[in-house]
């Protein structure tokens, strides 16, 4: 039995934007979604009922690097695995720590074996193979498990590149033959390829063929020019077979949620929307709101006019502005409630629109909404 | 009319402790109470929905120093007044700055007029007068406010103490002339006078001749032994009326609070069960529990087995203590509600007791499970 299979349920009919539901061993997930981030088992500042009944999350991410380190993968199966130790009981997706390793540690050895890293806590050295990774997340019993990977900066030459992606490709079968799980939790493999065609190309073909139940595109969104992104994940998505599920990896703003649904991508995921509650702005239907700056000082209004979530019903920009300037943990909170709930409920709009074949007419009046002024 | 009233229901048989009803214009307030302190308007880390629900708190209180200085008494009754701002509708009561500024701001300089400081904030010079302070805390519009006092720290000289005790009794007379809203908020008088029982006594009769709705006892719990503080205060109450409340200023260890209702008093306050929160720590059934230690890292029971609250039914030791070495909010956001919880129930209890006429039987047992070896 597969832990895993993707419904599609339809199709835009100008775009090809999917409109589809992935079912999992811990219920179903609507798609195309967007995944909270909650890289030390909690996303931050929130409880699992208000990513439930505030936010509506269907589904949130964990990072096998973070877990690993800290409180230990031995510990967290101990307590029965994540969703026990977190208490989640809808699907987490872990990642495979390839891009902490990569971003966060210092002093990385990469080899055919896997990469030596010394831990970003406490200095600690430390070894991350495709066999360790799969121990990790199979420990952590996600329902989607990545494989391990590099993800490859921008810029990178062709040669690197080239490289990097065979490696990944050569970890990925690893990955598959350690990965001890396969009834309950589904390996996705990771296109890699940087921004060259060609190695998009091979790296998702050969992927295919290994015969995933679902791929994630990553190295994407590292710092390249927005129409770079859009360019090479449309031209990647159309090796991927459509029967399974595809995740684009680490991208949240709203306007790249939509330009990946429009490339036939099915899920996101970013820590973007909590890490700008910390810093006191708010992602609002007319744009970003630094509701911390003083223009807000005496504004008796809400965040965002055509908002219904906990934090727009109940509380002034004001209120949450004196609560950030306090540095008061209820303002993160309630900035936080707000900015994941704007984005959930954004992709709840983007499924509709897919239903009635309107994604990009939605798009053309969000983004004049919301400021963008072009694409 | 008055804007507050006490009803006493009933006096502990064997100890003379006191079961009680405020009225106020935010609604009654079941007493002896715990009041859980909301310093900047906000009890650090939780919502109102969670005071009400979870930890079922009547009555909170805000610093009026802290509120002055940031946002600023204007700006908060532009917001229609505290409760609006915070968005509570349950009653408040506001302290008068005296030991914030004397505690927390740099080169204060007592006059007969008023004290002179600078901001902890940003070292701007303020000054307070007993006049500034009505007008702030009218301003805030809490249920119950405070009469500006100097809280004289321990030891101090009976010379000094007899002299700022009898300052604390004029500007308590100044703040009564100056309080614009009689009506809606009930203006308390603070008895000091050290640890000099015949200048507790003076103070007490002092105030009690100018007829203020309540009393506070200040002056307490700044450093001398828990002997002397039970020795003054059970000295202190029996000067004051029957018939209005008495609160005891910024108490709030669960023995302190015990002690205190034997003693006659019906309010208490702390920031402790918050404070103590954000370092990892836990009061419990069977006295505290820093679960941030490691003991505690594969714990998977709960952090109090006689407690059902929110975090309590919920949440392991284990992942607590997680959350707390990984500096995640969720972890101070559980330990603050659990440790508020604590508190309010241990005084749901108490007045129980004092129903039954059995409070020092209870004190004894709680005492004895709490792991306290004496008084």
Known sequence: MQALTYELLHEDKQTGARRGIIHTPHGDIQTPIFMPVGTQATVKSVTP?????????????????????????????????????????????TDCGG?????????????????????HLDGSKHFFSPEKVMEIENSLGADIIMAFDECVGYPATYEYTKNSMERTTRWAI?????????????????????????????????????????????????????ELMC???????????????????????????????????????????????????ALTTYGKVVVRNKTYERDFTKLDPECDCYTCKNYTRAYIR???????ILGVRLLSIHNLR??????????????????????????????????
Request: aromatic share 10%; with cysteine.
């Open 342 to 375: 704007f984005l959930t409920k954004l992709m709840e709009r983007v499924r509709i629109e897919i239903e009635n074949d309107n994604l990009l007419e939605f798009k053309n009046e969000f983004y004049k909404k919301y400021g963008y002024t072009k694409e």
């Open 49 to 93: 009922e208000e990513l439930k009944e505030e936010i509506e999350a269907q589904i949130i991410l964990a990072n096998t690097y973070h877990l690993y380190l800290r409180p230990g993968h031995k510990l967290v199966e101990e307590a029965g695995g994540l969703h026990n130790f977190m208490r989640w009981d809808r699907p987490i997706l």
């Open 174 to 226: 690893r990955c598959k033959e350690a990965h001890k799980n396969t009834e309950k939790q589904a390996l996705f493999g990771i296109v890699q390829g940087g921004m060259y065609k060609d190695l998009r190309k091979q790296s998702a073909e050969d992927l295919v063929a290994l015969d995933f139940p679902g791929y994630a595109v990553g190295g994407l969104s590292v710092g390249e020019p927005k």
């Open 231 to 281: 360019d090479v994940l449309e031209y990647t998505t159309q090796f991927l077979p459509k029967n399974k599920p595809r995740y684009l990896m680490g991208v949240g703003t709203p306007d790249y949620l939509i330009e990946a649904v429009l490339r036939g991508i099915d899920m996101c995921d970013c820590v973007l929307p909590t890490r700008i509650a910390r810093n006191g702005t």
């Open 99 to 119: 891009f902490q390793v990569f971003s966060l540690s210092d002093l990385r050895t990469i080899t055919e074996d896997g990469v030596e890293f010394k831990s």
């Open 322 to 328: 004196h609560l950030i300037k306090a540095k008061e």
